[in-house]
């Protein structure tokens, strides 16, 4: 059974900082490049950075230079540092496997929003 649980996000200013959790349980993260996406209100969900199982990072253009994503592949974790935020990040944030994503694994989503 894989499940993918995220979390780490809140309410923070422009140019803030938040450091963003998926704990994935099952087979899928061993084996996977893994993936961060976003949808915001009314928008696509979009991939916003993505590693494989050799740490090779491949970031959108509206997030590099200042999101970070790792992986800990010893605690089934993916990690997306996000500094210099922008009310234009705001919006839930999911993980998955990348760029293909299963769609039964979606999980809950955390939620980013980005407001003075």
């Known amino acids: 059974q894989v499940q993918l649980v995220e979390s780490g996000g809140g309410l923070v200013q422009p140019g803030g900082s938040l450091r963003l959790s998926c704990v994935a349980s099952?087979?899928?993260?061993?084996?996977?490049?893994m993936g961060w996406y976003r949808q915001a209100p009314g928008k696509q969900r979009e991939l916003v950075a993505s590693?494989?199982?050799?740490?090779?990072?491949v970031y959108a253009d509206s997030v590099k230079g200042r999101f970070t994503i790792t992986r800990d592949n010893a605690k089934n974790t993916v990690y997306l540092q996000m500094n210099s935020l922008k009310p234009e990040d705001t919006a839930l944030y999911y993980c998955?496997?990348?760029?293909?994503?299963?769609?039964?694994?979606w999980g809950q989503g955390t939620q980013v929003t980005v407001s003075s």
């Open positions: 590693i494989s199982t050799y740490n090779n990072t």
């Open positions: 998955n496997t990348a760029p293909g994503y299963y769609p039964k694994y």
């Open positions: 099952g087979r899928i993260f061993s084996f996977n490049a």
